[in-house]
Nanobody, 124 residues
Framework: VQLQASGGGLVQAGGSLRLSCAAS????????MGWFRQAPGKEREFVGVIIWSGGSTYYADSVKGRFTISRDNTKNTVYLQMNSLKPEDTAVHYC??????????????????WGQGTQVTVSS
């Protein structure tokens, strides 16, 4: 599967952005798709995940209540709606996919396919 992330940009604190991740290829067999982010000098951090078939979602505590993941199966696209953005949300955001159900959602090594990343910058 190929993943193409888009939608990043510069926004003021308290603002909103919506990221998109378009999947192509063998999407019907995807188990789930996750969002991660990585700030300069920091490790890649789990943001959230959506189960491709059932639509269940799980989030990191740092974004719970502010971010929402959804999907449009007709477009093979997953969205990350980010509200009430904070300067600490500044990072390159990545989408990732896997065909397998095992492992912890929050572990980057669990995912086999990654988008190219899109920069989100939140100014104070």
């Amino acid at each position: 599967v190929q993943l193409q992330a888009s939608g990043g940009g510069l926004v003021q604190a308290g603002g909103s952005l919506r990221l998109s991740c378009a999947a192509s290829g063998r999407t019907a067999s995807l188990y789930d798709m996750g969002w991660f982010r990585q700030a300069p000098g920091k490790e890649r951090e789990f943001v959230g995940v959506i189960i491709w078939s059932g639509g269940s979602t799980y989030y990191a505590d740092s974004v719970k209540g502010r971010f929402t993941i959804s999907r449009d199966n007709t477009k093979n696209t997953v969205y990350l709606q980010m509200n009430s953005l904070k300067p600490e949300d500044t990072a390159v955001h990545y989408c990732a996919g896997t065909y397998y159900s095992g492992g912890y959602y929050s572990t980057p090594q669990r995912y086999d396919y990654w988008g190219q990343g899109t920069q989100v910058t939140v100014s104070s």
